[in-house]
């Protein structure tokens, strides 16, 4: 029986799995950040190790039996970060090849039926990356969010909004009862306490609030509305320039919705299909289900060339959401019985 690894790198924590080669999940491991831009390299070795040692403990292999392996990580970002980030694997001491990657590609790879489309991601940031049907070909933004104008997370959605909040106090906008919301969630005597509370850092304000402005918005407020189609439309313009990237216009392919975000359903998701379907008519909306890790896992075969059937990808996704509740249900017991 041969054996894959993938490992999910983010920005708050890691996560490997191992599955064998029908993909069943068999190990799974959970270590810290490994965003080298906060953490730097040393942080994610070292989470990257835990991760790995718990997942081989797990399923009780060593690095020895790891066919192949694939890494989607947050923070990866150019070429130019490619042999420091090679580096810091290769302390890993796996034997076998690999591949790295975005950490948005391995969202692509689980969610779209066949492993290659557009991966739009819409959680506390965003990004949009896209893969060929050969996995030749990348289509990317920048994934630096306000900075380079591509939104929206929920940091920018919350950023625009309290914009409009403010456009209210000094009356160069409309009334919107998102200045009304953020003042009892605050606890704000009023719109100005609130501004001044929000601008001198008295009242925390960020992308946690952003089902406040879909409640909002569901509950008839036209300014929370129109916020939230401009994010919709904004999320829609970013997937079509990597459809045009990639030369997709003319394809039937999956663009697969990663991220909080789009639990604010339709106000958010219609705008967004529109401005995607006009340049890409073929293009269909799917969310991910499954976690990330499952296409780090999928990579990991490829290395492998393995062929990835819809049978191995049914299975990987069931056995991983498996493997990593028991993983949760025993840690937790442990915890327990050690109290």
Known sequence: MRYFLGADLGGTKTHIIIADENGRAVGFGEGGPANHQSVGFNGMYNSLLTALEQALDSARLSREDICGSGFGIAGYDWPSEKPAMQATIDQLNLQAPYEMVNDAIPGLVAGAENGWGVNLVSGTGCNCRGWDQNHQREGRVTGYGILMGEASGSSELIFHAMQLVGR?????????????????????????????????????????????????????????????????????????????????????????????MFEGGALLIDPMRAIIQKTAPGARMVRLTAPPVVGAVLIGMEQANLPITAAIRSLLAESTHEVKNNTGNHSARMESNNA
């Open 168 to 260: 209210e106090w000094t009356k160069r906008g409309p009334h919107t009862a998102l200045s009304d919301a953020y003042i009892k969630y605050t606890g704000a005597k009023n719109l100005e306490d609130l501004i001044e509370g929000y601008t001198e850092e008295q009242y925390s304000i960020g992308a946690e609030t952003a089902p406040l402005v879909f409640q909002t918005a569901y509950a008839g407020d036209q300014v929370a509305r129109e916020l939230i189609t401009w994010a919709g439309t904004e999320l829609g313009e970013m997937a079509c320039a990597v459809i045009r990237q990639l030369e997709f216009e003319m394809l039937s392919f999956d663009v697969v919705l990663s991220g909080s």
